[in-house]
């Protein structure tokens, strides 16, 4: 990495590169060992690493942590952070932290909300939302301040991402949303996984119009489906979520042990159309509790 | 105006179970607007009270009366007599109004028998929805008179989360995302790029997160 | 000698649904103490009347409305019957049993209808005890 790199993923992004990241989920209990499991399978194939944080509001091993042991098996992670939980000093101040601990890249959140998770009777945070969380962070790595103001005793400098939803209501908006996101600080983007390949290519149409993809790395998300159920569980019970008629029907339409690998076969399409589509950097492959998944679709595409 | 809803019947009985001679209390401002405690609500639960010990083969001595608000001196004193006739003050005030009481009649038991909730309106018949949640800093001229702090459930003053979905909250289908009520005010009013402006972080020293809360009107003072 | 304790009922009547007559209350004069209350229309019976004829001492109350479709005021027998229905749970909750107050669609004339009513309602207190509200 070169000395002014801020970290391995920027560096491919701004050499060029067509940079792939995948997820990794923390366990719920302190066990290393699922980490460990997780970190082999992903070593080498990824550019980097998203570490959930008590993603769908369950307690899970935080993200700092997960982080860290993916940093000692020799991945580069992304400290996923959502404000749900944490207030801004406690944010603040694990940001600092994670730096010290050589962590390099963030990605900002709102959170799911905990009426989601395994603690739906505890009190939420959101004392900021994401927004505020990006420009936060972008005044300590550029200004070197905190957010009272306080000039830091060595300034955590991370490469910053945020979250889109091409697939959210109102559909107008999101374009909007997207370049306040990079006004506020995002250097990154990693959008919903896609399957409505349609709306996709128009929300990154607009968003060109509007000049936000010169101005940040957006990276497509994608994620092999693995049933017809799988399919329509997601289009109808994930907030946010669009999964198009035809392609629920393709994998209701092949035979059940053949449905995971139609659901390879869909992503690895969709990822060749994102390779050609202006604007789209890289893919963020979530397959979840399926990594072994991601290796495969990482060779088949061509991508490493 | 303030909504809350009475406890349950069980709930009550066991809050009052260790007296003989019991005075509810009811108010007659924003709880009788819910239909939690006002002067009706307040016969039904005494009767109720009565049926249910009498049921259990004890006899309980059950007086009722209500005042206008229990907020304010001049109302609470009207009920003095009733009070000191009794051993203990059940209210079907707010939370306000059930500490009021219980700070001028220092040396009485009282006991809330309504759960207190939220600042609303009565959006329709039979319908009160909570709009206000008392932040102290009032910016609902940036967001079109729609209030993100109260009406989100994450409290997001920078745009909606990716959880809204057909106008619809991710946390319950049957609550409005009060982003999407936003933008469509904010279209309507033709004011859509406040919607590009970045909002700070919200200071919330002026919530009750500042600590409880007090207004002091010198000018009202003598 | 043991004079056992007569039921007492209320009975609640929209005055268009039900006509009070003599004959009527010589018909269950050994049977129970029956109780009637004139309504101008069902509706009007609010939950504390209702709780206060068992604090009064009833056993059983039974409200009589008009037919469905038929309340001369057009919404009457639906609005009693949402009051009804919800002091019947609140009795479950008080611990008397909401079975004891009932909504009975009654049409003026129909004096056999009314009767039934009574021996039933007379009837389901064998079974359910009198009030130990009493």
């Not at chain 1, 209990?29 to 690493?49: H, P, R, T, Y």
């Amino acid at each position: 990495m070169s000395e002014n790199a801020i970290s391995g993923l920027q560096q491919r992004l701004s050499a060029g590169a067509f940079a792939v990241t995948a997820e990794c989920g923390p366990p719920r209990g302190s066990n290393l060992g699922v980490i460990q499991q997780k970190g082999e399978l992903l070593k080498g194939v990824v550019d980097a690493v998203n570490v959930t944080d008590n993603q769908t509001a369950i307690v899970r091993m935080s993200s700092i942590a997960a982080c860290v042991h993916l940093l000692h098996l020799g991945l580069e992670p992304v400290m996923q952070m959502v404000t749900r939980d944490r207030n801004r000093i406690a944010l603040q101040s694990d940001i600092l932290g994670a730096y010290s601990l050589g962590i390099r890249n963030i990605l900002c959140l709102s959170g799911d909300h905990q009426s989601f998770g395994s603690q739906p009777d505890a009190l939420n945070v959101f004392d900021i939302d994401s927004m505020n969380l990006l420009r936060a962070v972008k005044n300590m790595r550029d200004d070197g301040k905190d957010m009272s103001g306080f000039e830091l005793n060595e300034a955590p400098r991370m490469f910053i991402g945020a979250a889109a939803n091409p697939f959210a209501d109102p559909f107008e908006y999101r374009v909007i949303r997207l370049a306040k996101k990079i006004g506020a600080g995002a250097d990154f983007i990693q959008t919903q996984c896609v399957y409505n390949r349609e709306r996709f290519k128009e929300w990154i149409r607009l968003a060109r119009e509007e000049g936000l993809t010169e101005k940040v790395y957006i990276l497509a998300g994608v994620t092999p489906l693995k049933s017809a159920g799988m399919a329509r569980y997601m289009n109808s019970k994930v907030a946010g979520m669009d999964v198009p008629e035809a392609v629920i029907q393709r994998m209701a339409g092949v035979p059940k042990q053949e449905a995971a690998q139609e659901g390879i076969k869909i992503c690895l399409e969709t990822i060749a159309e994102l390779r050609e589509t202006k604007g789209v950097h890289g893919v963020h492959i979530m397959a979840i509790e399926w990594e072994q998944a991601v290796g495969e679709i990482v060779s088949a595409a061509g991508l490493k | 105006m303030i909504v809350g809803e009475q406890k349950s019947l069980a709930e009550i009985k066991d809050l009052v179970m260790p007296y003989d001679k019991i005075l509810v209390l009811g108010c007659g401002t924003c709880v009788k607007t819910c239909f939690a405690g006002g002067e009706d609500e307040t016969a039904v639960l005494a009767s109720a009270l009565r049926l249910a010990f009498k049921t259990e083969g004890r006899s309980v001595r059950v007086s009722e009366f209500t005042v206008e608000r229990q907020c304010e001196d001049e109302f609470i004193q009207e009920a003095s007599q009733a009070v000191k006739e009794n051993d203990c003050v059940l209210s079907l005030a707010c939370g306000a109004g059930v500490q009021a009481i219980a700070r001028r009649f220092g040396k009485t038991v009282v006991l809330p028998g309504v759960n207190t909730t939220f600042i609303g309106v009565l959006e329709k018949q039979g319908l009160f929805t909570e709009e206000c949640a008392g932040c102290g800093d009032c910016k609902l001229a940036i967001f079109g008179a729609v209030c993100p702090v109260t009406r989100c459930a994450k409290k997001l003053l920078n745009g909606p989360c990716g959880g809204s979905q057909n106008g619809k909250c991710e946390v319950n289908p049957d609550t409005d995302c009060a982003w999407q009520l936003i933008i469509h005010r904010l279209e309507t009013l033709g004011q859509l790029d406040n919607l590009r402006t970045y909002i700070p972080p919200k200071d919330w020293r002026t919530s009750n997160a500042g600590g409880p809360r007090k207004l002091v009107r010198e000018d009202h003072i003598i | 000698m043991n004079e056992t304790v007569k039921p007492k009922i209320t009975v609640m009547y929209c005055i268009n649904s039900f006509v009070e007559q003599a004959a009527f209350h010589a018909a269950f004069k050994n049977d129970a103490d029956i109780a009637f209350v004139k309504l101008a229309c069902s509706s009007m019976v609010k939950d504390v009347y209702l709780l206060r004829a068992f604090e009064a001492g009833s056993d059983a109350v039974a409200v009589f409305v008009c037919p469905e479709g038929h309340c001369r005021y057009v919404e009457g027998n639906l609005r009693a019957g949402k009051r009804i229905a919800w002091v019947q749970a609140l009795l479950d909750e008080i611990g008397l049993g909401g079975n004891r107050l009932a909504l009975h669609h009654m049409s003026a004339g129909d004096d056999a209808g009314a009767e039934k009513v009574i021996k039933d309602t007379l009837a389901a207190l064998e079974d359910s005890g009198l009030s130990p509200a009493r």
